[in-house]
């Protein structure tokens, strides 16, 4: 019950729980005639943080925002971690007053924090958005809407700062911005803006080449030199639905590579849950390998848990349509939704990987050496091939080959790269008898 409600990395609700509670105090406030009040913050230098000192460093910045903020926030409210930097408050039954000396507290509290990574002195600083139920809004998605309008306000005000949702300042800046980004991603896919980029996967054991990621890369429309990590680009497609779009591209071109370049072993490429709405994708897959006849079994599928499980009925027939044109789907980021040995049981994949959450550090956590062990143990059972990614240093390299865990990707053995993948020399490709290639 815990892990069904919390979030793994800070302990704070997770966003199914705050859904839940959400709903519950708008339906009371309704009955009560009261109000709710939602205050939604994130990081305004996160992606800074985690770019320039990795994703270690950006794990502790939301640990140490959690515990600060958390010391502010009372018994009957709600404190949520949404996803990556975005942060929410549930306030019932709270006056216009009171509600703006807590969002000062909160902005305050926070950049008060100092942080020191590699001799760097930094300072955080969020931008807080704030919508109150009736006043703003008539139902839980509204309220969560303006409160997000809010937020940006207040990144418009510069940042560092705090705003109650105010109407006449909506849609008109949020509608631009959506829409620049909705037309970087549709400019990017006309011109040929958009790359693929490569990461090995490597058994374990001998650390033999297996299959590569395919991981995408935007490029800015003005300065080519300019990369765009997927981090920015993918939620706001997923939101537009372009990413529907983008995931046939990139299948689409992979399909081509793996056509003209019969070195390469086999290519893995991700798919957004929401390409999971799209029943005709299976089909589609099905279509472009036999149309460049490439073996089904070249390609594999890497589905994200946590849209997985978000509807199991619909991710269980997708599943299925995938593996009926032959080629292999693993769960990716394992581990990170609720209930994930539940899922296993239901969800027939071939392959499992293990989030980067439970090996960046495993050498030194033996709370995550207990996760992978247990891990390991049920997919084994299950006879799914298991891949852990992020292994980032020789020691947990040793580690997940001694738990038993097939194969391994990671910075420690390289970095994804610019397209065409070059088979390193030296380096023996062969095709394992994995599940997902037999
Ligand atoms: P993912 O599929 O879990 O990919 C793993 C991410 O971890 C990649 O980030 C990769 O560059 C990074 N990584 C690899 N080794 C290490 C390591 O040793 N340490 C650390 N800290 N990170 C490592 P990237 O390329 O920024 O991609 C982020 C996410 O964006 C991916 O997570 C995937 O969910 C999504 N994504 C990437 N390409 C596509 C795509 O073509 N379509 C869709 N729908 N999503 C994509
Ligand atoms: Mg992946
Ligand atoms: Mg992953």
New binding site residues.
């Given amino acids: 019950m815990y892990l069904a409600e919390r979030d793994a990395l800070t302990g704070l609700y997770n966003r199914h729980r705050f859904n839940e509670e959400m709903g519950r105090m708008v339906a009371e406030a309704q009955r009560g005639s009261t109000r709710v009040a939602l205050l939604f913050f994130d990081l305004d230098e996160f992606k800074y943080i985690n770019d320039t000192f990795?994703?270690?460093a950006g794990d502790a910045t939301l640990i140490r925002v959690a515990g600060e903020v958390g010391g502010q926030v009372r018994r009957n409210e709600i404190f949520a971690r949404l996803g990556g930097d975005e942060f929410a408050i549930l306030v019932p039954d709270i006056s216009e007053e009171m509600l703006k000396i807590l969002a000062e507290r909160i902005t305050r509290s926070i950049a008060q924090v100092r942080f020191q990574f590699e001799g760097q002195s930094l300072r955080l600083t969020c931008s807080c958005g704030i919508a109150v139920y009736p006043d703003h809004a008539r139902n839980t998605e509204d309220l969560v809407a303006r409160a997000d309008a809010a937020m940006y306000q207040a990144k418009e005000a510069g940042k560092n700062a705090w705003r109650i949702y105010r109407a006449d300042l909506d849609d008109s800046q949020r509608m631009v911005m959506q829409l620049s980004w909705n037309d970087r991603i549709l400019q990017a896919l006309e011109n040929d803006l958009m790359d693929?980029?490569f990461?090995g996967i490597y058994t374990a054991k001998e650390r033999t080449l297996v299959h590569f990621?395919?991981?995408?890369?935007m490029r800015d429309k003005d300065d080519r030199t300019l990369t765009i990590?997927?981090?920015d680009f993918?939620p706001v497609?997923?939101k537009s639905g372009k990413?529907l779009e983008?995931?046939r591209?990139?299948l689409s071109r992979s399909i081509k590579m793996l056509a003209d370049v019969s070195a390469i072993p086999a290519l893995a490429?991700?798919?957004?849950g929401?390409?999971l709405d799209d029943p005709t994708l299976p089909q589609f897959i099905a279509d472009e390998l036999r149309r460049l006849g490439v073996p089904a079994k070249r390609l594999l599928v890497?589905l994200?848990e946590t849209s997985a499980v978000s509807d199991l009925h619909d991710a269980r027939r997708f599943i299925e349509a995938l593996q009926h044109t032959g080629c292999g789907v693993c769960l990716?980021?394992f581990g990170t939704g609720f209930s994930s040995f539940a899922y296993l049981k239901h969800l027939h994949v071939d392959a499992i990987?293990i989030?980067?959450l439970f090996?960046?550090n495993l050498a030194r956590d033996p709370d995550n050496q207990l996760f992978v062990k247990a891990m390991v143990s049920v997919a084994r059972g299950m006879h799914k091939t298991i891949i852990a990614?992020?292994?980032?240093d020789e020691e947990t390299l040793l580690m997940l080959a001694a738990f038993g865990v097939d194969c391994v990707?990671?910075?420690?053995?390289e970095?994804?790269v610019a397209n065409p993948p070059l088979i390193p020399t030296g380096i023996n490709v062969r095709t394992l008898d994995l599940p997902f290639l037999q």
């Fill in positions: 990795g994703h270690r693929l980029h990461q990621e395919v991981l995408l890369r990590m997927p981090g993918i497609a997923e990413i983008i995931d591209w990139v490429v991700n798919i957004s929401r390409s890497e994200t990716d980021d990987k989030d980067g090996i960046r990614e992020c292994v980032e990707q990671g910075y420690h053995l970095k994804p």
